[in-house]
């Protein structure tokens, strides 16, 4: 299964017996959706065969991202993920998700982590609750991080402090990434 938002339009292509979805460009609500879709129905048609996710994307909206990782740790299948060119951001959270010994990396991808960000508009009160409220998501993004690597929270802290970029042999040393994939099957 193919997921890209593309000017508003869906693409999808490939059979759910592939049992891999390909998410590539931003993390929105359409692509949540979709992906969370794609997750369901291939629990439902094989609840225990693991299923493929291969991301390459610079990112997006945090609450699709956790709409995202929600279902992945709620269904049965276990998730492999692969990181294909990039996951920055809120893809490289999603990576983080897969099942711990299958989150692979292709020779050239690399990750990026950075602190959370908001768009907020609007009053000064009403800024000041989204601030309150991206401080709350980025304390439980670090936690998961904590919990997928073998990072401690104020390495953690460093890393997200600007944009960092995470090579594959880095990504393993710190405990994000299982290997760096040679064949895909």
Avoid at 36 to 55: F, G, H, S, Y
Avoid at 60 to 71: L, Q, Y
């Amino acid at each position: 299964m193919f997921i890209q938002q593309d000017d508003s339009k869906q693409q999808q292509s490939a059979s759910q017996q592939d049992r891999i979805i390909y998410v590539v460009g931003e993390i929105n609500e359409c692509v949540a959706r979709d992906v969370v879709v794609a997750l369901l129905e291939m629990q439902k048609n094989d609840p225990l065969k693991e299923i493929t996710m291969i991301l390459d994307s610079y990112g997006g909206e945090i609450d699709s991202m956790f709409a995202i990782v929600d279902m992945m740790e709620i269904i049965m299948p276990p998730v492999r993920t692969i990181c294909l060119g990039k996951a920055m951001s809120a893809a490289a959270i999603i990576f983080l998700y897969g099942q711990k010994g299958r989150r692979f990396m292709t020779r050239h991808s690399r990750l990026m982590l950075h602190q959370a960000s908001s768009f907020s508009h609007g009053t000064v009160s009403d800024i000041v609750i989204d601030t309150e409220e991206i401080k709350f998501l980025q304390e439980q993004i670090i936690q998961e991080i904590m919990k997928r690597s073998k990072l401690k929270e104020k390495e953690i802290r460093s890393i997200i402090d600007r944009n960092t970029y995470i090579r594959p042999d880095k990504a393993m040393e710190y405990g994000m990434c299982d290997g760096i994939i040679q064949r895909l099957g």
